[in-house]
């Protein structure tokens, strides 16, 4: 059974950075494409970043040139690091694998059974 645990959320000023982190056992993040995932309250769930077992990573627009996903595979573990962050990317976020290499939209849209806690990220301005 594959689980994932978040940490590394946490309070921080307009413009600060921090580097959530996402530890997985159950599978070898070698063979994933790791996802990022934010939930603000009354919003939608957003795809934020996929960082693909080959090497190519894709980014939401709203977080391009901000956000960096990273991955250490003798820790089996991924980071998120966040820099410049703004009082709109306050969410729980959320990683995911996926073995299947879907595309972005098909990560975006697709329906999981179930979700870790996640790590908050707060923002103040």
């Known amino acids: 059974q594959v689980q994932l645990v978040e940490s590394g959320g946490g309070l921080v000023q307009a413009g600060g950075p921090l580097r959530p982190s996402c530890a997985v056992s159950g599978t070898t993040i070698g063979i994933n494409t790791m996802a990022w995932y934010r939930r603000a309250p009354g919003q939608q769930r957003e795809l934020v970043a996929a960082d693909s077992a080959g090497g190519n990573t894709h980014y939401a627009v709203a977080v391009q040139g901000r956000f960096t996903a990273t991955r250490d595979n003798a820790k089996n573990t991924v980071y998120l690091q966040m820099n410049s962050l703004r009082p709109e990317d306050m969410a729980v976020y959320c990683c995911?694998?996926?073995?299947?290499?879907?595309?972005?939209?098909?990560?975006?849209?697709?329906?999981?059974?179930?979700w870790g806690q996640g790590t908050q990220v707060t923002v103040s301005s």
């Open positions: 995911k694998a996926d073995p299947l290499s879907a595309g972005w939209t098909d990560l975006g849209n697709y329906e999981y059974d179930s």
